[in-house]
């Protein structure tokens, strides 16, 4: 089988690194990809939201199946345009229809369905520019903290946490009557504040069935111990101790279930993956924050790894509508992931920066991911984003792991790198 990963990330040179270990994987091609993904596969230099150019690709490489990476070209339709051209009917995609994508690129089309499925959730309300004063005379009345959502996707940072009225009414007139994210906040969500502890679960649906993927729990905060701002991530940890039986049990019944059957119900075409970002309050009751429509980053780069049933059979699965017939095969141990960075992220940072020591770590039960990475005119690896590398680690337990992850990042080197050392703190 020929298969093409979209994408540039540590998700996608994951998804690579997986998919190459499977003897059904005949040619693996993948648009942009990075420096990691170089060494799994062939890339090809196409952005990701250039259907056109997918499509030219995907014909010259006589490509059977398509894995969607990033939420852009989801949500702008990339499985609608492969299915409705006949030329590329026949390739499968691993992603939702656009009109289902929405779950992911709308805050209150996601709200809206939750409420329509009876799925547990902070309570809301959605404003417009044009309702604006009923916002403002809505926060007045609310109790803090708040959560202010700007409607479409916003690159990680359109969800505020607002911690008395004068802040939540001036970012409020903000995102609507000034554009601090521009269409994105043309709509705004605000929603009550929950308290407990985040994590995440992944679902891979054909549609009408669907199998549970290892669950994981990422770290936004750039600084240790969850202090300063909002990254992509600095890093994860699979499993998450506090998933008992019992949790497990109350996610499936009330949250898994209800939104299989919705999408049914709603009549919603989906194979592919759906994260859903859960916070689970201190009753041991999950309610969810999010919907995405693809894997997450960088949760992916532990869950992948901790899957051991061949990738390339649970994809083609997917697209067969043939789910019901795997049962997914899962690595025991801890994994546990700690993302390098350029210094300023997720503020200002330079790109170009040579990167060392990586060809001379050899740690077993380790493997490093490449997100912002490239090749200069020299061949040699330089840095090309914020989150540059993930280095991921097997462990007995969390503690283990986050040692030999930390320990392998010790051993690379590029002008101001940085690495949280804490990742996993609470559990070790």
């Known amino acids: 089988m020929n298969i093409l990963i979209i994408g540039s990330g540590g998700r996608e040179h994951a998804f690579a690194w997986k998919l190459k270990q499977s003897p059904l994987c005949n040619n693996l091609y993948i648009a942009p990809g990075n420096a990691g993904t170089a060494s799994c596969g062939t890339n090809l230099q196409i952005a990701v939201a250039d259907f056109e150019a997918i499509k030219t690709a995907a014909l010259q490489h006589h490509i059977d199946l398509i894995l969607v990476g990033p939420e852009e070209p989801l949500v702008k339709g990339i499985t609608d345009f492969f299915e409705n051209d006949p030329t590329t009917a026949h390739i499968h995609v ?234 997914i095969e899962t690595d025991a141990r801890a994994a546990v992931g700690m993302v390098a960075v350029s210094g300023g992220y997720p503020g200002d940072y330079n790109k170009g920066l040579t990167i060392n020591g990586l060809q001379q770590y050899n740690i077993p039960e380790s493997v490093l991911f490449h997100s912002g990475t490239t090749f200069n005119q020299h061949n040699q690896i330089i840095t090309n984003g914020g989150r540059v590398l993930v280095a991921v680690s097997f462990g007995d337990n969390i503690k283990e792991a986050a040692e030999q992850s930390e320990y392998l990042l010790q051993q690379i080197h590029f002008d101001d790198m940085y690495f949280r050392t804490d990742i996993g703190y609470e559990f070790k």
């Open 94 to 327: 691993i992603g939702p229809h656009k009109e289902t994508a929405q779950l992911e690129g709308s805050k209150a089309y996601a709200k809206s369905f939750m409420n329509r499925h009876q799925i547990p959730t902070a309570a809301y309300k959605e404003f417009t520019a044009d309702d604006f004063d009923a916002g403002v005379t809505y926060l007045q009345q609310h109790q803090y903290p708040v959560v202010l959502k700007a409607d479409g996707l916003a690159a990680g940072k359109g969800v505020l946490i607002c911690n008395n009225m004068m802040e939540a009414r001036s970012e409020f007139e903000l995102m609507l009557m000034r554009s601090k994210f521009g269409e994105a906040g043309k709509k705004v969500v605000i929603e009550d504040f929950l308290e407990g502890i985040e994590m995440s679960v992944f679902v891979l649906t054909d549609g009408k069935n669907y199998v549970i993927l290892p669950e994981a729990k990422d770290y936004k905060r750039i600084g240790e111990g969850d202090t300063g701002l909002n990254t992509g991530g600095m890093g994860a940890v699979s499993p998450v101790p506090i998933l008992t039986e019992q949790l497990q049990q109350k996610i499936t019944e009330r949250i898994i279930k209800p939104t299989i059957n919705g999408l049914q119900k709603d009549g919603l075409k989906y194979k592919g993956f759906i994260f859903i970002g859960l916070m689970i309050d201190r009753n041991n009751d999950p309610h969810v924050i999010e919907y995405n429509c693809r894997m997450g980053d960088p949760e992916t780069e532990v869950v992948i790894p901790r899957l051991q049933n061949d990738f390339v059979s649970l994809l083609t699965a997917t697209a067969t509508q043939t789910l019901h017939n795997i049962t």
